[in-house]
């Protein structure tokens, strides 16, 4: 199991978005992910969810869509190295061929982390993507924030 996927998002909430007859309704789900190699990150995502028939049996074919938003929730401190464009968080969005992935990397010039969310499918790609970045900043301390470049794998 990678770091990506040994923990399972929180969720913070569903609103209802098309009210279904007999089965559950439509929604959007918002679910909370701390970053497993960066400590003092979150990031939430919102998420469309099926209702209907396909969506009580665990078997629609979710739509693409996703949004990202990634802050400063601590003091940050490295876990160990990562890499420009590594996996931070996966999740399968279908039975068989969609998955939501957020990855992240480091805009070593401005000592920002750059978290990127996007979907793919065995057949058409990756049609959707939202991106989010955290400043790295001192938090409650008067030692400088870390630098991500120094953190990253080369």
């Known amino acids: 199991m990678t770091a990506a996927n ?11 978005t098309v009210w279904k007859f007999l089965t559950p309704d439509h929604k959007l789900a918002t679910y909370a992910v701390d970053d497993p190699l960066v400590e003092g990150v979150a990031c939430h995502f919102t998420v469309p969810e099926k209702g209907g028939v396909e969506g009580m049996f ?3 074919e979710e739509t693409s869509d996703v949004s990202l938003a990634c802050r400063q929730v601590g003091p940050i401190s ?4 990562i890499q420009q464009g590594g996996e931070m968080f996966r999740q399968r969005r279908s039975v068989f061929f969609k998955k939501m992935q957020i990855v992240r990397g480091c ?4 000592n920002v982390l750059v978290y990127l969310v996007y979907t793919d499918k ?7 993507n939202s991106t ?3 400043p ?17 794998q080369r």
Do not use: H, N
């Open 6 to 16: 040994a923990q399972e998002p929180d969720l913070i909430f569903k609103k209802s």
């Open 58 to 60: 665990g078997v629609a």
């Open 78 to 81: 490295f876990k160990g190295d």
């Open 107 to 110: 805009d070593e010039k401005r």
């Open 122 to 128: 065995l057949v058409e790609g990756s049609p959707k």
């Open 132 to 134: 989010s970045t955290v």
């Open 136 to 152: 790295i900043m001192p938090w409650g301390t008067t030692e400088p924030a870390p630098r991500c470049g120094d953190y990253l």
